[in-house]
């Protein structure tokens, strides 16, 4: 099963989206690298109520701002 599984044949002909594509694609693996290596010291634990924490805390956002779309 190949569902998961990343497309490392890239077939390029000059774009200008192909170049910002790819700009965006080492960018984005920097960010997830620097991410990575700050939250290596954190335990699983602290981890996972971070993440409870921040679905909680714009979850609660999100439901407010619905709410006051249709008041």
């Not at 594509?21 to 991410?35: E, P």
Request: charged letters at 25%; proline letters at 0%; glycine letters at 12%.
């Amino acid at each position: 099963m190949r569902f998961f599984r990343k497309n490392r044949e890239r077939k390029t002909q000059g774009t200008l989206t192909d170049h910002i594509s790819v700009y965006l694609d080492g960018r984005q693996r920097k960010v997830a690298d620097w991410l990575n290596g700050k939250a290596t010291g954190v335990s699983r634990k602290s981890l996972t109520y971070g993440l409870v924490f921040f679905c909680l805390l714009f979850g609660g956002y999100l439901i407010y701002v619905l709410i006051g779309a249709f008041n």
